[in-house]
């Protein structure tokens, strides 16, 4: 291991939190780019005090700009919840700047192809201002692939970590849980999910306040010998670390939002399937109650008092709440958000990358294994 690298990546993170955190934003991913994306941006820097790199098709972009400052954006979210509202901010008193680039990688492009292709792509310029250092990180809603890989070789990976991993933050009935891998590698080795499982720790810690944060890997049954051969070799690496982790055995999928542990191993396939159906599951059961409420009388006046609660509910277990996941592994700050992602999910996860940055939750993952 090169401990001179480390020495070096740690000094830069330091010398990078003197100075006001910048942003950059990839303004042309996701499914709603570059509007929603461009009106959270703006809102992020109005109320977190960031500066703002957003990376895109300029013209565009300028006109998104102008018409925030003029007419303002609509947004589901207001100051005391979920409900419709317009926000008008006058974006000359932001430290705002733009990068050009001319094109942009589309979601049903070969991230690894796309990324050598087009060079001048909006999020391989978002992540090379994280590089060259003229911003601290990078938020992208459009590929995750393509996110992924430009992290990959632009910043490259942590000296220690074979890849990269994706954190993903839920509620739970407590406090908030870590679930790595959210869907960065399907195939994985023992090895590779013990290191998911520090970097995990790592960011429970650091990021969300957990002091001593308890490791579970998730499997089909809580005993040690149950699952396929890689929960089970997993298992024992932890066991056999339990100095330097806090590892309290395997869950089962039912366990994960009972806070029986705060950081949930697994690969990337098992992780991005348990998330996909715990993100339909929630919307079914919210939109049939949404059915109840409206079928008859009896229902409609129930719902009626039961809105305040219900929107205190949904507010805890939506998504963009959260804002994005972080990748965790690469020498540098990358926040993915949902594709779906609006001005409101934007703003959280430009907090996210704030709070990232200012924790330095990538340095302390190296110091680890410097030490």
Not at 109 to 128: C, M, N, T
Not at 190 to 216: C, D, W
């Amino acid at each position: 291991m090169n401990l001179l690298k480390i020495h070096l990546f740690t000094y830069s993170f330091a010398i990078e939190r003197d100075k006001m955190t910048r942003i950059a934003i990839d303004a042309m991913g996701g499914d709603h780019a570059p509007h929603e994306i461009v009106a959270g941006a703006v809102w992020a820097a109005k109320e977190y005090g960031v500066a703002i790199e957003l990376v895109g098709k300029q013209d565009r972009i300028e006109q998104e700009l102008d018409k925030i400052s003029h007419e303002g954006f609509m947004t589901d979210y207001g100051k005391g919840g979920p409900a419709k509202c317009r926000v008008k901010i006058d974006t000359s008193k932001l430290d705002i700047k733009i990068t050009h680039a001319s094109e942009v990688i589309e979601m049903g492009e070969a991230p690894g192809q796309a990324i050598r292709k087009k060079k001048k792509s909006s999020i391989v310029l978002a992540v090379d201002a994280v590089a060259q250092g003229s911003s601290d990180a990078v938020v992208a809603a459009g590929s995750t692939g393509a996110a992924m890989a430009s992290s990959l070789f632009g910043l490259g990976r942590i000296p220690g970590i074979d890849r990269p991993a994706i954190a993903v933050t839920l509620p739970t009935i407590k406090k908030p849980i870590v679930v790595i891998d959210g869907g960065a590698n399907s195939n994985c080795s023992p090895e590779m999910l013990y290191q998911f499982a520090i970097m995990g720790a790592t960011f429970s810690k650091n990021v969300l306040g957990i002091e001593h944060p308890r490791v579970g890997v998730l499997n089909i049954g809580e005993e040690a010998g149950k699952g396929n051969e890689l929960a089970q070799a997993t298992y024992k690496i932890l066991e056999e670390h339990q100095e330097k982790i806090n590892f309290v055995g395997n869950i089962e999928g039912k366990e994960i939002f009972l806070s029986v542990c705060d950081v949930v191993v697994c690969d990337g396939f098992v992780g991005n399937v348990a998330l996909k159906v715990t993100e339909g599951t929630s919307s079914m059961l919210f939109r049939m109650l949404k059915q109840e409420f409206k079928a008859d009388l009896a229902g409609k006046i129930i719902g009626l008092l039961a809105k305040p609660f219900m929107k205190r509910i949904y507010t805890k277990i939506n998504y963009e709440e959260f804002g994005g996941a972080l990748l965790l592994g690469v020498k540098g700050i990358t926040v993915i958000s949902h594709g779906r992602s609006k001005a409101y999910a934007i703003k959280n996860a430009v907090r996210v990358a704030k709070h990232a940055v200012e924790t330095g939750v990538n340095e302390k993952i190296a110091k680890f294994y410097e030490e």
